[in-house]
Protein backbone atom coordinates (compact mmCIF):
# COMPACT_ATOMS: atom_id res chain seq x y z
CA UNK A 1 0.00 0.00 0.00
CA UNK A 2 2.65 2.33 0.81
CA UNK A 3 4.94 4.38 -1.38
CA UNK A 4 8.39 3.78 -1.62
CA UNK A 5 11.37 5.96 -3.51
CA UNK A 6 14.94 6.34 -3.29
CA UNK A 7 17.15 8.08 -5.26
CA UNK A 8 21.14 7.79 -5.92
CA UNK A 9 22.84 10.50 -8.00
CA UNK A 10 23.79 13.85 -8.84
CA UNK A 11 20.60 15.58 -8.59
CA UNK A 12 19.06 17.69 -5.70
CA UNK A 13 17.63 14.80 -4.15
CA UNK A 14 14.70 16.48 -2.28
CA UNK A 15 12.78 17.10 -5.69
CA UNK A 16 13.32 14.09 -6.57
CA UNK A 17 12.16 12.29 -3.68
CA UNK A 18 9.18 14.67 -3.50
CA UNK A 19 8.19 14.41 -7.41
CA UNK A 20 8.16 10.38 -6.58
CA UNK A 21 6.19 10.26 -3.55
CA UNK A 22 3.67 12.53 -5.24
CA UNK A 23 3.58 10.01 -8.16
CA UNK A 24 3.03 7.11 -5.78
CA UNK A 25 0.68 9.28 -3.68
CA UNK A 26 -2.32 6.93 -4.69
CA UNK A 27 -0.60 4.16 -2.76
CA UNK A 28 -1.26 5.70 0.76
CA UNK A 29 -1.88 9.02 1.93
CA UNK A 30 -1.98 9.70 5.48
CA UNK A 31 1.60 11.02 6.23
CA UNK A 32 4.90 11.22 4.42
CA UNK A 33 8.31 11.24 5.38
CA UNK A 34 12.25 11.58 3.41
CA UNK A 35 16.08 10.90 4.72
CA UNK A 36 18.78 12.24 3.09
CA UNK A 37 22.58 12.28 3.62
CA UNK A 38 24.53 15.59 3.89
CA UNK A 39 27.93 16.55 5.69
CA UNK A 40 28.04 13.17 6.72
CA UNK A 41 24.44 13.60 8.99
CA UNK A 42 21.54 11.49 8.22
CA UNK A 43 18.63 13.93 7.89
CA UNK A 44 14.58 13.33 8.42
CA UNK A 45 11.89 15.09 7.30
CA UNK A 46 8.37 13.63 8.17
CA UNK A 47 4.63 14.82 8.46
CA UNK A 48 1.23 13.65 9.03
CA UNK A 49 -0.90 14.47 6.48
CA UNK A 50 -0.80 15.21 2.50
CA UNK A 51 2.83 15.47 0.77
CA UNK A 52 2.10 18.93 0.60
CA UNK A 53 2.53 19.55 4.31
CA UNK A 54 6.09 17.51 4.30
CA UNK A 55 6.62 20.24 1.13
CA UNK A 56 6.08 22.82 3.60
CA UNK A 57 8.23 21.32 6.02
CA UNK A 58 11.61 20.92 3.95
CA UNK A 59 11.43 24.37 2.68
CA UNK A 60 14.04 24.96 0.41
CA UNK A 61 16.83 22.99 1.44
CA UNK A 62 18.59 21.85 -1.39
CA UNK A 63 21.01 18.19 -0.96
CA UNK A 64 22.89 17.26 -4.14
CA UNK A 65 25.32 14.59 -4.62
CA UNK A 66 24.11 12.28 -2.23
CA UNK A 67 21.47 9.47 -1.63
CA UNK A 68 17.61 9.74 -0.11
CA UNK A 69 14.64 7.85 0.59
CA UNK A 70 11.24 8.85 0.48
CA UNK A 71 7.76 6.91 1.89
CA UNK A 72 4.10 7.96 1.72
CA UNK A 73 2.09 5.90 4.15
CA UNK A 74 -1.24 3.87 4.53
CA UNK A 75 -1.70 2.98 8.13
CA UNK A 76 -1.39 -0.41 9.56
CA UNK A 77 0.57 -0.27 13.02
CA UNK A 78 -0.01 3.10 14.51
CA UNK A 79 -2.37 6.33 13.52
CA UNK A 80 -1.14 8.43 11.29
CA UNK A 81 1.46 10.80 12.76
CA UNK A 82 4.71 12.26 12.59
CA UNK A 83 5.98 9.76 14.48
CA UNK A 84 4.59 6.92 12.85
CA UNK A 85 5.57 8.30 9.40
CA UNK A 86 8.51 6.59 7.79
CA UNK A 87 11.18 6.43 7.42
CA UNK A 88 12.46 5.11 10.71
CA UNK A 89 15.82 4.78 12.09
CA UNK A 90 17.62 3.13 14.70
CA UNK A 91 18.87 4.85 18.21
CA UNK A 92 21.08 6.62 16.78
CA UNK A 93 19.54 7.94 13.83
CA UNK A 94 22.26 7.16 11.29
CA UNK A 95 20.66 3.98 9.61
CA UNK A 96 16.99 4.73 7.95
CA UNK A 97 14.97 2.47 6.71
CA UNK A 98 11.39 2.67 4.59
CA UNK A 99 8.99 -0.03 4.48
CA UNK A 100 5.76 -1.13 2.94
CA UNK A 101 3.95 -4.37 3.67
CA UNK A 102 3.72 -5.83 7.30
CA UNK A 103 6.05 -7.50 9.47
CA UNK A 104 3.37 -10.25 11.52
CA UNK A 105 6.03 -11.25 13.83
CA UNK A 106 7.15 -7.31 14.70
CA UNK A 107 5.90 -7.80 18.44
CA UNK A 108 7.76 -10.95 19.29
CA UNK A 109 10.79 -9.45 17.70
CA UNK A 110 10.57 -6.19 19.56
CA UNK A 111 10.05 -7.94 22.84
CA UNK A 112 13.23 -9.52 22.04
CA UNK A 113 14.95 -6.03 20.91
CA UNK A 114 13.34 -4.16 24.19
CA UNK A 115 15.59 -7.22 26.48
CA UNK A 116 18.63 -5.60 24.86
CA UNK A 117 17.77 -2.48 26.27
CA UNK A 118 16.48 -1.26 23.03
CA UNK A 119 14.11 1.73 23.08
CA UNK A 120 11.22 2.48 20.70
CA UNK A 121 9.56 5.64 19.74
CA UNK A 122 7.04 4.54 17.36
CA UNK A 123 4.01 2.53 17.21
CA UNK A 124 5.01 0.94 13.77
CA UNK A 125 6.14 -2.76 12.69
CA UNK A 126 8.76 -0.96 10.68
CA UNK A 127 10.94 0.59 13.63
CA UNK A 128 11.68 -2.66 14.32
CA UNK A 129 13.38 -3.63 11.33
CA UNK A 130 15.81 -0.92 11.63
CA UNK A 131 16.40 -1.73 15.00
CA UNK A 132 17.00 -5.19 13.77
CA UNK A 133 19.55 -3.94 10.98
CA UNK A 134 21.54 -1.90 12.83
CA UNK A 135 21.85 -4.94 15.74
CA UNK A 136 23.33 -6.99 12.78
CA UNK A 137 25.49 -4.17 11.04
CA UNK A 138 28.93 -5.05 12.05
CA UNK A 139 30.49 -2.62 9.28
CA UNK A 140 28.69 -3.76 6.28
CA UNK A 141 25.08 -3.07 5.60
CA UNK A 142 23.99 -5.43 2.91
CA UNK A 143 25.06 -8.29 4.89
CA UNK A 144 23.23 -6.57 8.38
CA UNK A 145 19.96 -6.59 5.71
CA UNK A 146 20.41 -9.68 4.77
CA UNK A 147 20.27 -11.20 8.25
CA UNK A 148 17.79 -9.15 9.71
CA UNK A 149 15.29 -10.05 6.73
CA UNK A 150 15.96 -13.79 7.97
CA UNK A 151 13.75 -13.39 11.22
CA UNK A 152 11.36 -11.37 9.18
CA UNK A 153 7.65 -13.01 8.91
CA UNK A 154 5.35 -11.17 6.32
CA UNK A 155 5.83 -9.41 3.67
CA UNK A 156 8.33 -5.75 2.96
CA UNK A 157 9.77 -4.32 0.47
CA UNK A 158 12.62 -1.80 2.51
CA UNK A 159 14.86 0.98 1.43
CA UNK A 160 17.37 1.23 3.48
CA UNK A 161 20.51 3.82 4.05
CA UNK A 162 23.43 4.23 6.16
CA UNK A 163 25.59 7.14 6.90
CA UNK A 164 28.16 4.50 7.63
CA UNK A 165 28.00 3.71 3.87
CA UNK A 166 26.90 6.64 2.23
CA UNK A 167 26.60 5.89 -1.11
CA UNK A 168 24.54 3.23 -1.27
CA UNK A 169 20.97 2.03 -0.82
CA UNK A 170 19.99 -1.39 -0.12
CA UNK A 171 16.69 -2.57 -1.05
CA UNK A 172 15.14 -5.87 -0.45
CA UNK A 173 11.57 -7.64 -1.18
CA UNK A 174 9.52 -9.96 -0.11
CA UNK A 175 5.72 -10.01 -0.98
CA UNK A 176 5.36 -6.40 -1.77
CA UNK A 177 6.24 -4.60 -4.68
CA UNK A 178 9.99 -2.82 -5.44
CA UNK A 179 11.29 -1.73 -8.90
CA UNK A 180 14.63 -0.58 -9.73
CA UNK A 181 14.98 2.32 -12.09
CA UNK A 182 18.48 2.12 -14.09
CA UNK A 183 19.43 5.64 -14.81
CA UNK A 184 22.76 7.18 -16.59
CA UNK A 185 25.07 8.08 -13.65
CA UNK A 186 21.81 7.90 -11.28
CA UNK A 187 19.63 4.80 -10.10
CA UNK A 188 16.53 4.71 -7.71
CA UNK A 189 14.23 2.43 -6.23
CA UNK A 190 10.36 2.40 -6.26
CA UNK A 191 7.23 0.66 -5.40
CA UNK A 192 5.68 1.46 -8.87
CA UNK A 193 6.74 2.13 -12.11
CA UNK A 194 5.25 5.97 -12.26
CA UNK A 195 7.69 7.11 -9.48
CA UNK A 196 10.53 5.98 -12.16
CA UNK A 197 9.42 7.74 -15.55
CA UNK A 198 11.00 11.07 -15.70
CA UNK A 199 14.27 9.27 -15.41
CA UNK A 200 14.33 6.21 -17.19
CA UNK A 201 12.39 2.91 -18.59
CA UNK A 202 14.57 0.70 -17.78
CA UNK A 203 13.90 -1.29 -15.11
CA UNK A 204 15.01 -4.94 -13.09
CA UNK A 205 11.84 -6.33 -11.09
CA UNK A 206 13.09 -7.17 -7.84
CA UNK A 207 11.66 -10.88 -7.15
CA UNK A 208 10.37 -11.97 -3.84
CA UNK A 209 13.65 -12.95 -1.54
CA UNK A 210 16.34 -10.84 -3.81
CA UNK A 211 18.43 -8.01 -2.45
CA UNK A 212 19.92 -4.92 -4.14
CA UNK A 213 23.05 -2.77 -3.62
CA UNK A 214 22.28 0.54 -5.88
CA UNK A 215 25.17 3.12 -5.97
CA UNK A 216 25.58 6.03 -8.23
CA UNK A 217 26.74 3.79 -11.44
CA UNK A 218 25.78 0.53 -10.36
CA UNK A 219 22.87 -1.76 -9.44
CA UNK A 220 24.11 -5.57 -7.78
CA UNK A 221 21.44 -7.86 -7.56
CA UNK A 222 21.56 -10.96 -4.76
CA UNK A 223 19.85 -14.04 -3.72
CA UNK A 224 18.64 -15.17 -0.47
CA UNK A 225 21.70 -16.78 0.35
CA UNK A 226 23.94 -13.85 -1.35
CA UNK A 227 24.94 -15.03 -4.10
CA UNK A 228 25.42 -11.86 -7.01
CA UNK A 229 22.56 -12.69 -9.60
CA UNK A 230 22.25 -11.19 -13.20
CA UNK A 231 19.13 -9.88 -13.75
CA UNK A 232 17.10 -8.88 -17.16
CA UNK A 233 16.26 -5.66 -18.06
CA UNK A 234 12.44 -5.09 -18.06
CA UNK A 235 11.36 -1.74 -20.14
CA UNK A 236 8.16 -0.08 -18.91
CA UNK A 237 6.11 0.55 -21.94
CA UNK A 238 4.23 3.58 -20.69
CA UNK A 239 5.35 7.18 -20.86
CA UNK A 240 5.86 10.07 -18.49
CA UNK A 241 2.18 11.96 -19.84
CA UNK A 242 0.14 9.15 -18.62
CA UNK A 243 1.36 10.20 -15.30
CA UNK A 244 -0.29 13.54 -15.50
CA UNK A 245 -3.27 14.83 -15.67
CA UNK A 246 -3.51 16.91 -18.77
CA UNK A 247 -5.70 19.62 -18.51
CA UNK A 248 -8.30 17.80 -16.54
CA UNK A 249 -9.14 18.74 -13.05
CA UNK A 250 -8.95 15.15 -11.88
CA UNK A 251 -7.16 11.88 -12.67
CA UNK A 252 -10.68 10.09 -12.16
CA UNK A 253 -12.41 11.77 -14.73
CA UNK A 254 -9.37 11.87 -16.85
CA UNK A 255 -9.80 8.35 -16.87
CA UNK A 256 -13.43 7.71 -17.40
CA UNK A 257 -12.98 9.71 -20.49
CA UNK A 258 -10.01 7.54 -21.49
CA UNK A 259 -12.31 4.18 -21.73
CA UNK A 260 -13.46 4.75 -25.22
CA UNK A 261 -9.84 3.99 -25.73
CA UNK A 262 -8.73 1.86 -23.42
CA UNK A 263 -11.86 -0.59 -24.96
CA UNK A 264 -11.01 -0.47 -28.35
CA UNK A 265 -6.99 -1.27 -27.77
CA UNK A 266 -7.67 -4.50 -25.04
CA UNK A 267 -10.29 -5.39 -27.87
CA UNK A 268 -7.89 -5.32 -30.68
CA UNK A 269 -4.80 -6.70 -28.84
CA UNK A 270 -6.41 -9.64 -29.20
CA UNK A 271 -8.10 -9.78 -32.34
CA UNK A 272 -6.77 -11.69 -35.53
CA UNK A 273 -8.40 -12.28 -38.75
CA UNK A 274 -11.45 -11.00 -37.58
CA UNK A 275 -11.78 -13.36 -34.83
CA UNK A 276 -10.73 -13.43 -31.18
CA UNK A 277 -7.76 -15.17 -30.14
CA UNK A 278 -6.59 -15.98 -26.25
CA UNK A 279 -4.71 -19.14 -27.40
CA UNK A 280 -1.93 -17.47 -26.07
CA UNK A 281 -3.89 -17.66 -22.78
CA UNK A 282 -4.06 -21.37 -23.68
CA UNK A 283 -7.55 -20.87 -24.15
CA UNK A 284 -7.71 -23.54 -26.97
CA UNK A 285 -10.16 -25.95 -27.91
CA UNK A 286 -8.37 -28.92 -26.23
CA UNK A 287 -8.48 -27.12 -23.07
CA UNK A 288 -12.15 -25.72 -22.70
CA UNK A 289 -13.33 -29.73 -23.80
CA UNK A 290 -12.00 -30.47 -20.44
CA UNK A 291 -12.88 -28.26 -18.11
CA UNK A 292 -15.72 -28.42 -16.01
CA UNK A 293 -16.48 -25.02 -14.23
CA UNK A 294 -14.55 -21.93 -14.00
CA UNK A 295 -13.15 -20.06 -10.60
CA UNK A 296 -12.94 -16.61 -11.06
CA UNK A 297 -10.66 -14.65 -8.05
CA UNK A 298 -10.32 -11.08 -7.30
CA UNK A 299 -11.17 -7.88 -5.10
CA UNK A 300 -12.90 -4.88 -4.76
CA UNK A 301 -13.97 -3.84 -8.54
CA UNK A 302 -12.21 -6.44 -10.10
CA UNK A 303 -14.85 -9.12 -8.27
CA UNK A 304 -17.70 -7.45 -9.40
CA UNK A 305 -16.03 -7.29 -13.17
CA UNK A 306 -15.92 -11.38 -11.80
CA UNK A 307 -19.49 -11.44 -11.01
CA UNK A 308 -20.59 -9.54 -14.36
CA UNK A 309 -18.23 -12.28 -16.05
CA UNK A 310 -20.14 -14.89 -14.31
CA UNK A 311 -23.42 -13.61 -16.15
CA UNK A 312 -22.17 -13.27 -19.53
CA UNK A 313 -19.83 -16.77 -19.38
CA UNK A 314 -22.86 -18.80 -18.11
CA UNK A 315 -25.09 -17.37 -20.56
CA UNK A 316 -22.64 -17.79 -23.42
CA UNK A 317 -20.19 -20.67 -22.70
CA UNK A 318 -23.02 -22.25 -20.31
CA UNK A 319 -20.55 -23.53 -17.96
CA UNK A 320 -20.74 -22.69 -13.77
CA UNK A 321 -18.49 -20.29 -12.94
CA UNK A 322 -17.89 -19.59 -9.00
CA UNK A 323 -16.91 -16.26 -8.15
CA UNK A 324 -15.04 -15.71 -5.13
CA UNK A 325 -13.08 -12.29 -3.08
CA UNK A 326 -9.98 -13.30 -2.92
CA UNK A 327 -9.23 -12.95 0.82
CA UNK A 328 -12.05 -15.38 1.32
CA UNK A 329 -10.82 -17.74 -1.07
CA UNK A 330 -7.49 -18.06 0.53
CA UNK A 331 -9.20 -19.07 3.95
CA UNK A 332 -11.50 -20.96 2.72
CA UNK A 333 -11.70 -24.34 5.27
CA UNK A 334 -9.65 -26.66 5.59
CA UNK A 335 -8.88 -25.32 2.32
CA UNK A 336 -10.57 -24.03 -1.53
CA UNK A 337 -12.19 -26.64 -3.44
CA UNK A 338 -10.50 -26.83 -6.86
CA UNK A 339 -10.30 -29.71 -9.22
CA UNK A 340 -7.46 -30.08 -12.19
CA UNK A 341 -10.74 -30.10 -14.58
CA UNK A 342 -11.61 -26.34 -13.64
CA UNK A 343 -10.32 -23.06 -15.19
CA UNK A 344 -8.91 -20.82 -12.69
CA UNK A 345 -8.98 -16.60 -13.24
CA UNK A 346 -7.60 -14.38 -11.12
CA UNK A 347 -8.24 -10.20 -12.09
CA UNK A 348 -6.27 -7.73 -11.00
CA UNK A 349 -5.93 -4.38 -11.96
CA UNK A 350 -2.34 -3.66 -10.49
CA UNK A 351 -1.24 -6.98 -10.38
CA UNK A 352 -0.12 -6.41 -6.94
CA UNK A 353 -3.17 -6.77 -4.92
CA UNK A 354 -1.57 -9.44 -1.66
CA UNK A 355 -4.81 -11.53 -1.55
CA UNK A 356 -5.39 -12.12 -5.11
CA UNK A 357 -1.63 -13.05 -5.18
CA UNK A 358 -2.09 -15.48 -2.19
CA UNK A 359 -5.23 -16.63 -4.23
CA UNK A 360 -2.83 -17.34 -7.24
CA UNK A 361 -0.37 -19.19 -5.46
CA UNK A 362 -3.03 -21.38 -3.29
CA UNK A 363 -4.45 -22.38 -6.92
CA UNK A 364 -1.08 -23.02 -8.15
CA UNK A 365 -0.01 -25.43 -5.53
CA UNK A 366 -3.54 -27.65 -6.11
CA UNK A 367 -2.33 -27.78 -9.52
CA UNK A 368 -4.55 -25.33 -11.06
CA UNK A 369 -2.81 -23.49 -13.86
CA UNK A 370 -4.09 -19.87 -13.79
CA UNK A 371 -4.84 -17.25 -16.54
CA UNK A 372 -4.51 -13.74 -15.02
CA UNK A 373 -5.91 -10.80 -15.98
CA UNK A 374 -4.12 -7.74 -15.32
CA UNK A 375 -3.15 -4.14 -16.12
CA UNK A 376 0.06 -3.92 -15.18
CA UNK A 377 3.06 -5.90 -17.67
CA UNK A 378 5.75 -6.72 -15.10
CA UNK A 379 3.41 -6.84 -12.22
CA UNK A 380 4.15 -9.89 -9.43
CA UNK A 381 0.52 -11.25 -11.02
CA UNK A 382 1.48 -11.31 -14.21
CA UNK A 383 4.65 -12.61 -14.06
CA UNK A 384 3.45 -15.37 -11.98
CA UNK A 385 0.65 -16.61 -13.71
CA UNK A 386 0.58 -19.40 -15.97
CA UNK A 387 -0.88 -17.22 -18.72
CA UNK A 388 -1.48 -13.56 -18.87
CA UNK A 389 -4.48 -11.63 -20.41
CA UNK A 390 -3.45 -7.66 -20.14
CA UNK A 391 -5.73 -4.92 -20.07
CA UNK A 392 -4.81 -2.30 -22.70
CA UNK A 393 -6.01 0.38 -20.03
CA UNK A 394 -2.81 2.44 -19.53
CA UNK A 395 -1.28 3.59 -16.36
CA UNK A 396 -4.61 3.86 -14.29
CA UNK A 397 -3.41 6.48 -10.97
CA UNK A 398 -7.28 7.38 -9.49
CA UNK A 399 -7.36 5.33 -6.81
CA UNK A 400 -10.92 4.25 -7.83
CA UNK A 401 -10.60 2.66 -10.54
CA UNK A 402 -12.70 3.11 -13.85
CA UNK A 403 -11.39 2.28 -17.13
CA UNK A 404 -9.55 -0.97 -15.20
CA UNK A 405 -12.51 -2.65 -14.25
CA UNK A 406 -13.85 -1.94 -17.50
CA UNK A 407 -11.31 -3.34 -19.43
CA UNK A 408 -11.50 -6.22 -17.31
CA UNK A 409 -14.81 -6.56 -17.88
CA UNK A 410 -14.00 -6.67 -21.59
CA UNK A 411 -11.55 -9.36 -21.13
CA UNK A 412 -14.21 -11.65 -19.28
CA UNK A 413 -16.66 -11.30 -22.62
CA UNK A 414 -13.98 -11.86 -25.02
CA UNK A 415 -13.71 -15.23 -22.83
CA UNK A 416 -17.25 -15.85 -22.76
CA UNK A 417 -17.29 -15.31 -26.64
CA UNK A 418 -14.26 -17.79 -27.06
CA UNK A 419 -15.61 -20.48 -24.40
CA UNK A 420 -18.85 -20.18 -26.30
CA UNK A 421 -17.74 -20.83 -29.93
CA UNK A 422 -15.38 -23.71 -28.75
CA UNK A 423 -18.21 -25.76 -26.73
CA UNK A 424 -20.85 -24.84 -29.56
CA UNK A 425 -23.36 -23.17 -27.91
CA UNK A 426 -22.40 -19.91 -29.26
CA UNK A 427 -22.97 -20.43 -33.29
CA UNK A 428 -20.84 -18.78 -35.85
CA UNK A 429 -23.33 -16.37 -36.81
CA UNK A 430 -23.99 -14.89 -33.19
CA UNK A 431 -19.79 -15.42 -32.50
CA UNK A 432 -19.85 -12.68 -35.44
CA UNK A 433 -22.42 -11.13 -33.91
CA UNK A 434 -21.48 -10.46 -30.59
CA UNK A 435 -17.54 -9.44 -31.72
CA UNK A 436 -19.62 -6.84 -33.72
CA UNK A 437 -21.36 -5.70 -30.55
CA UNK A 438 -18.25 -5.21 -29.00
CA UNK A 439 -16.80 -3.66 -31.38
CA UNK A 440 -19.43 -0.88 -31.32
CA UNK A 441 -18.74 -0.32 -27.47
CA UNK A 442 -15.82 2.42 -27.60
CA UNK A 443 -17.90 4.56 -29.96
CA UNK A 444 -20.93 4.47 -27.73
CA UNK A 445 -18.76 5.33 -24.88
CA UNK A 446 -17.88 8.39 -26.37
CA UNK A 447 -21.80 9.09 -26.81
CA UNK A 448 -22.07 8.42 -23.68
CA UNK A 449 -19.63 10.90 -21.95
CA UNK A 450 -20.66 13.39 -24.82
CA UNK A 451 -24.34 13.42 -23.21
CA UNK A 452 -23.42 14.39 -19.43
CA UNK A 453 -25.66 16.78 -18.33
CA UNK A 454 -28.69 14.54 -17.23
CA UNK A 455 -25.62 13.08 -14.57
CA UNK A 456 -24.18 16.14 -13.66
CA UNK A 457 -27.59 17.66 -12.66
CA UNK A 458 -28.73 14.35 -10.88
CA UNK A 459 -25.40 14.23 -9.07
CA UNK A 460 -25.97 17.92 -8.18
CA UNK A 461 -29.54 17.27 -7.04
CA UNK A 462 -28.91 14.36 -4.45
CA UNK A 463 -25.05 14.43 -3.46
CA UNK A 464 -26.53 15.60 0.26
CA UNK A 465 -28.29 12.27 0.62
CA UNK A 466 -26.86 9.80 3.27
CA UNK A 467 -28.09 6.68 1.89
CA UNK A 468 -28.48 5.22 -2.05
CA UNK A 469 -29.95 2.14 -3.48
CA UNK A 470 -28.34 0.42 -6.62
CA UNK A 471 -30.56 -2.23 -8.10
CA UNK A 472 -31.10 -4.57 -10.94
CA UNK A 473 -31.45 -8.28 -12.06
CA UNK A 474 -29.30 -10.37 -14.03
CA UNK A 475 -26.69 -8.90 -15.49
CA UNK A 476 -27.55 -5.46 -14.46
CA UNK A 477 -27.34 -6.21 -10.87
CA UNK A 478 -23.58 -7.51 -11.44
CA UNK A 479 -23.39 -4.23 -12.69
CA UNK A 480 -24.80 -2.25 -9.78
CA UNK A 481 -22.37 -3.82 -7.83
CA UNK A 482 -20.00 -1.35 -9.31
CA UNK A 483 -22.38 1.15 -9.59
CA UNK A 484 -22.66 1.17 -5.97
CA UNK A 485 -18.88 0.95 -4.89
CA UNK A 486 -17.98 4.07 -7.15
CA UNK A 487 -20.41 6.35 -5.17
CA UNK A 488 -19.70 5.42 -1.84
CA UNK A 489 -15.62 5.33 -2.54
CA UNK A 490 -16.17 8.82 -4.54
CA UNK A 491 -18.58 10.92 -2.28
CA UNK A 492 -18.80 8.41 1.16
CA UNK A 493 -22.68 8.66 0.73
CA UNK A 494 -23.61 4.99 1.97
CA UNK A 495 -25.21 2.71 -0.94
CA UNK A 496 -26.72 -0.98 -1.06
CA UNK A 497 -26.69 -3.45 -4.06
CA UNK A 498 -29.17 -5.48 -3.92
CA UNK A 499 -31.18 -8.19 -6.46
CA UNK A 500 -33.98 -6.50 -7.58
CA UNK A 501 -36.09 -9.16 -6.42
CA UNK A 502 -34.16 -9.52 -3.18
CA UNK A 503 -34.98 -5.83 -1.34
CA UNK A 504 -38.22 -7.28 -0.60
CA UNK A 505 -36.62 -10.39 1.96
CA UNK A 506 -35.45 -7.30 4.26
CA UNK A 507 -33.70 -4.24 2.89
CA UNK A 508 -36.68 -2.75 1.73
CA UNK A 509 -37.34 -1.65 5.38
CA UNK A 510 -34.51 1.09 5.07
CA UNK A 511 -36.82 2.82 1.76
CA UNK A 512 -38.18 6.13 3.27
CA UNK A 513 -39.89 8.87 1.54
CA UNK A 514 -37.63 10.39 -1.19
CA UNK A 515 -34.99 7.80 -1.12
CA UNK A 516 -32.95 7.35 -4.16
CA UNK A 517 -33.17 4.14 -5.78
CA UNK A 518 -31.12 3.60 -8.86
CA UNK A 519 -32.65 0.83 -10.86
CA UNK A 520 -30.75 -0.79 -14.38
CA UNK A 521 -33.03 -2.07 -16.68
CA UNK A 522 -31.54 -3.50 -19.34
CA UNK A 523 -32.64 -6.86 -19.54
CA UNK A 524 -35.41 -7.56 -21.85
CA UNK A 525 -36.88 -10.84 -20.76
CA UNK A 526 -36.85 -9.34 -17.09
CA UNK A 527 -38.14 -6.25 -17.66
CA UNK A 528 -41.34 -7.00 -16.39
CA UNK A 529 -40.51 -8.21 -13.02
CA UNK A 530 -37.96 -5.46 -12.69
CA UNK A 531 -41.16 -2.96 -13.32
CA UNK A 532 -42.89 -5.22 -10.21
CA UNK A 533 -39.46 -4.08 -8.07
CA UNK A 534 -39.93 -0.29 -9.14
CA UNK A 535 -43.25 -0.22 -8.22
CA UNK A 536 -42.88 -1.99 -4.77
CA UNK A 537 -39.92 0.61 -3.84
CA UNK A 538 -42.00 3.94 -5.30
CA UNK A 539 -45.25 3.06 -3.45
CA UNK A 540 -42.85 3.16 -0.26
CA UNK A 541 -41.73 6.23 -1.00
CA UNK A 542 -38.49 5.75 -2.99
CA UNK A 543 -37.23 8.39 -6.30
CA UNK A 544 -36.50 6.05 -8.71
CA UNK A 545 -34.10 6.72 -11.09
CA UNK A 546 -33.61 4.10 -13.91
CA UNK A 547 -31.19 3.71 -16.81
CA UNK A 548 -32.39 1.72 -19.72
CA UNK A 549 -31.80 1.83 -23.56
CA UNK A 550 -33.15 4.36 -25.82
CA UNK A 551 -35.79 2.13 -27.56
CA UNK A 552 -37.31 1.32 -23.30
CA UNK A 553 -37.42 4.55 -22.26
CA UNK A 554 -41.15 5.07 -22.84
CA UNK A 555 -41.91 1.62 -21.00
CA UNK A 556 -39.41 3.02 -17.84
CA UNK A 557 -40.72 6.35 -18.38
CA UNK A 558 -43.84 5.79 -17.21
CA UNK A 559 -42.33 3.97 -13.71
CA UNK A 560 -39.84 5.32 -12.71
CA UNK A 561 -39.41 9.65 -11.81
CA UNK A 562 -36.50 9.50 -13.86
CA UNK A 563 -34.81 7.94 -16.87
CA UNK A 564 -31.34 8.15 -17.77
CA UNK A 565 -31.57 6.84 -21.36
CA UNK A 566 -28.23 4.17 -22.97
CA UNK A 567 -27.69 3.99 -26.63
CA UNK A 568 -29.32 1.16 -28.02
CA UNK A 569 -27.91 -2.28 -28.28
CA UNK A 570 -27.99 -5.84 -27.35
CA UNK A 571 -29.25 -6.32 -23.88
CA UNK A 572 -25.82 -9.00 -23.09
CA UNK A 573 -23.80 -5.85 -23.64
CA UNK A 574 -25.48 -2.90 -22.54
CA UNK A 575 -24.29 -3.14 -18.94
CA UNK A 576 -20.82 -2.31 -19.88
CA UNK A 577 -22.51 0.84 -21.35
CA UNK A 578 -24.03 1.21 -17.89
CA UNK A 579 -20.87 1.36 -16.01
CA UNK A 580 -19.62 4.69 -17.64
CA UNK A 581 -23.01 6.80 -16.67
CA UNK A 582 -22.73 5.44 -12.77
CA UNK A 583 -18.46 6.18 -12.42
CA UNK A 584 -19.86 10.15 -13.74
CA UNK A 585 -22.61 10.01 -11.07
CA UNK A 586 -19.95 8.73 -8.25
CA UNK A 587 -17.56 11.26 -9.47
CA UNK A 588 -19.57 14.47 -9.82
CA UNK A 589 -21.65 13.67 -6.58
CA UNK A 590 -18.06 13.42 -4.69
CA UNK A 591 -16.94 16.71 -6.43
CA UNK A 592 -20.49 18.40 -5.37
CA UNK A 593 -19.45 17.44 -1.92
CA UNK A 594 -15.96 18.40 -1.92
CA UNK A 595 -14.49 15.37 -1.60
CA UNK A 596 -10.81 14.61 -2.56
CA UNK A 597 -11.91 12.07 -5.70
CA UNK A 598 -8.37 10.55 -6.39
CA UNK A 599 -7.62 9.98 -3.16
CA UNK A 600 -10.60 9.20 -1.23
CA UNK A 601 -10.52 8.59 3.00
CA UNK A 602 -9.34 5.64 4.11
CA UNK A 603 -8.30 4.09 0.51
CA UNK A 604 -5.14 3.25 -1.22
CA UNK A 605 -4.96 2.13 -4.96
CA UNK A 606 -2.88 -1.14 -4.77
CA UNK A 607 -3.75 -3.60 -1.28
CA UNK A 608 -0.53 -4.93 -1.07
CA UNK A 609 -1.14 -5.84 2.49
CA UNK A 610 -3.42 -9.07 3.52
C1 LIG B 1 -12.37 0.27 -6.33
C2 LIG B 1 -11.04 -0.28 -6.48
C3 LIG B 1 -10.69 -1.47 -5.66
C4 LIG B 1 -9.83 -2.44 -6.49
C5 LIG B 1 -9.36 -3.59 -5.60
C6 LIG B 1 -8.55 -4.61 -6.38
O1 LIG B 1 -12.55 1.36 -7.16
O2 LIG B 1 -10.23 0.21 -7.21
O3 LIG B 1 -11.81 -2.11 -5.15
O4 LIG B 1 -10.59 -2.91 -7.54
O5 LIG B 1 -8.57 -3.09 -4.56
O6 LIG B 1 -7.44 -4.01 -6.98
P1 LIG B 1 -6.66 -4.71 -8.15
O7 LIG B 1 -7.59 -4.78 -9.32
O8 LIG B 1 -5.47 -3.85 -8.39
O9 LIG B 1 -6.32 -6.09 -7.67
Known amino acids: MCGIVGYVGKRDVIPVLLGGLQKLEYRGYDSAGIAYIQNDKMHIVKSKGRLTNLEKKLGDVVAENTIGIGHTRWATHGEPSDVNAHPHTDAAGDLAIVHNGIIEN ?252 AALREAQSKGAKVIAITNVKGSTISREADFTMHTQAGMEIAVATSKGYLTQVLCLYMIAAEIGRMRGSLDDADYIDFIENLKKIPSLLEQILRDKEKIQQLASQRFMDVNEFFIGRGADYALMMEGSLKLKELSYIHSETYAAGELKHGPIALIEQNTLVMVLATQTVLMEKLISNIREVKARGAFVVAMTQQRNVETVEKEADMVLPLPDIDDLFAPILAAVPYQLYGYYTAVFKGCDVDKPRNLAKSVTVE
Open 106 to 357: FAKLKTWLQAKGIHFISDTDTEVVAHLINYFDEGDLKTAVMRAIKMLEGSYALGVMSIKEPHRIIAARKDSPLVIGLGKGENLIASDFPALLEYTKDVYLLDDGEIAVITEKDVEVYDSYGNHIEKEHFTIDWDVAQAEKGGWEHFMIKEIHEQPTAMHDTLMARMRDGKIDLSEINITEELIKGIRGIHIVACGSAYHAGILGKYVIENIARIPVNVDVASEFRYRMPSPLLSKEDLFIVISQSGETADTI
